[in-house]
């Protein structure tokens, strides 16, 4: 059942996101750890598989559409591909309640640029191409980093940056999906050595980005309205902040089970069958 609900919501997700060229990690990883998936180990691993995925897919119909800035989202890419990695041989490092506050104080900061841009027009001039590689170097490397620490693509940070540069909206999303692929597989890779793989968490959840990912492109590309694509944004990342704030206020480590055990408790940390040395002449069998 678990697995159905996942399957419904990370889809849904794709798709909004998808229209937007983020991955969706913002929503994959929280709901990921509401299913009960360890944060760390397969939260925000998998998170970040499916963010580069979903803006794998969703490249394609952006692509069609020419509106990829392959040119001018180049030097970001190459910055976010280089530190998503150091990001994630951080994250185990970080505790878990801090990881949740960042996460949220991250989320709240994009709903509310976004919430701001939608007020405003499309812009009409777009800087230089020295400019935007000198801010996309330094945007690119900060993006990278964060999203590779919490399990996110670092495109809610990377298309408000584009849209100041004077992107307009659908070339913003699309390019920043060409930048969020790269630091999102990129930042997996670096979690690959500390994560655990389920394999049947993982066919579930990439089917359901598949699917999602691809609705959501082709209802950008041919249907969507900037300003509507923008407000759906921000209220879900506003609806996500709140949830993993209070999930952070609220949160309470699990005690190690292994602390508090004596002589007399040491056969219920054994499965079944497992095999214990008394240290006589005989072999206790625990069943």
């Given at each position: 059942m678990i697995y159905t609900i996942?399957?419904?919501?990370?889809?849904?997700?794709?798709?909004?996101?998808?229209m937007l060229g983020l991955g969706g990690g913002m929503v994959?990883?929280?709901?990921?750890?509401?299913?009960?998936?360890?944060?760390v180990k397969v939260a925000i691993p998998l998170g970040l598989l499916l963010n580069g995925l979903n803006t794998l897919l969703v490249l394609i119909p952006y692509a069609r559409k020419k509106l990829v800035d392959w040119k001018g989202g180049g030097v970001m890419a190459l910055m976010a591909l280089i530190a998503a990695p150091l990001g994630a041989?951080?994250?185990d490092k970080v505790p878990v309640q801090t990881l949740k506050i960042l996460f949220a104080v991250m989320v709240v900061a994009a709903a509310?640029?976004?919430?701001?841009?939608?007020?405003?027009?499309?812009?009409g001039n777009m800087m230089s191409f020295l400019k935007r590689s000198v801010i996309g170097f330094f945007t690119g490397a900060f993006a990278g980093f964060v999203g590779g620490m919490l399990g996110l693509g670092g495109g809610f940070i990377i298309a408000p940056i584009l849209m100041m540069m004077g992107y307009k909206t659908k070339q913003a999303a699309a390019t920043t999906a060409f930048v969020v692929t790269f630091s999102s597989f990129s930042g997996y890779l670096g979690h690959m050595a500390q994560g655990e793989m389920n394999w049947l968490l993982t066919a579930v959840v990439v089917v359901s980005?598949?699917?999602?990912?691809?609705?959501?492109?082709?209802?950008?590309?041919?249907?969507?309205?900037?300003?509507?694509?923008k407000l759906i944004y921000a209220i879900v990342l506003l609806v996500i902040a709140a949830k993993m704030t209070y999930g952070a206020l609220t949160y309470k480590p699990s005690p190690d089970k292994t602390e508090h055990v004596n002589a007399h408790d040491e056969t219920s940390l054994l499965m079944k069958g497992d095999k214990i040395d008394d240290g006589f002449d005989k072999t206790i069998i625990v069943n």
């Open positions: 996942v399957f419904f919501i990370i889809a849904v997700a794709s798709f909004i996101f998808a994959y990883v929280p709901v990921l750890n509401w299913a009960g998936f360890d944060m041989m951080t994250s509310i640029r976004m919430i701001w841009s939608s007020k405003k027009a499309e812009p980005v598949i699917i999602g990912s691809q609705l959501g492109g082709m209802y950008m590309t041919k249907k969507a309205k900037s300003k509507q694509v």
